[in-house]
């Protein structure tokens, strides 16, 4: 269960169009003209087009990650990755807050394809009383579970230290997985957050006017 899973870093890559082939060089060649073999490229920059990610800040243990879009405020949310407590990956969480819904956040859970959906996935935080929450579908990155959180999950978050995240593996229906979620810099993670989602929605309004 040590896959590497990037739910929002490989969906966005994928909308990345490949490089052109590498050229022997940057300048043109004329016609009848043969490229000098040992002619030395300087490199240029990666493009950096639609639909890449880039991580804005970073809060202690939390990345704000955003995908370049043609919108005037890019799309942004919370990011952390998750290890089984040696330092290897094994899932990761998403969380991006939301306007005007009766959910004052989002996130997104990946665990790995070897996870037992019908066990569920059970959150609590700092030892408190657990929540169920069903897996949605999964991909060759991993099973994903969608949750909502309300004002008091996010209460919670921005109290606690640490969320547990608990899965059941497929071989082993008997054990139990812990994962743990930091919560060492949520508060201004989400703030940050929640900041990029609002003046996102102001610049989608102004736009319309």
């Known amino acids: 269960m040590n896959t590497l ?17 590498a050229q022997t060089s940057t300048e043109t060649v004329e016609e009848g003209e043969a490229p000098d073999a040992m ?11 639609l639909g890449s990610v880039y991580i804005e800040a970073e809060f202690t243990d939390w990345e704000l990650r955003c995908i370049r879009s043609e919108a005037e405020i890019d799309p942004c949310q919370l990011y952390q990755l998750l290890d089984d407590g040696n330092g290897n990956p094994i899932a990761e969480i998403n969380i991006f807050p939301l306007i005007g819904q009766d959910a004052a956040a989002g996130a997104t859970v990946v665990t790995p394809l070897e996870t037992l959906l019908t066990e569920n996935l059970r959150m609590s935080v700092d030892g408190g009383a657990a929540k169920v929450y069903p ?66 929605a102001a610049a989608a309004e102004a736009a319309q006017q």
Do not use: H, Y
């Open 5 to 21: 899973l990037k739910t929002l870093p490989v969906v966005a890559l994928l909308a990345l169009s490949g490089p052109a082939l």
């Open 135 to 200: 897996f949605s579908w999964c991909s060759q990155v991993g099973c994903f579970s969608r949750l909502g959180l309300s004002n008091d999950d996010i209460a919670s978050f921005r109290r606690g230290n640490i969320a547990r995240l608990t899965i059941v593996p497929v071989v082993a229906p008997d054990q139990r997985v812990n994962l743990e979620v930091s919560l060492s810099g949520f508060t201004a993670a989400f703030a940050a957050a929640t900041e990029k989602v609002e003046a996102a």
């Open 39 to 49: 002619a030395l490229s300087m490199g240029e920059n990666e493009a950096e087009g």
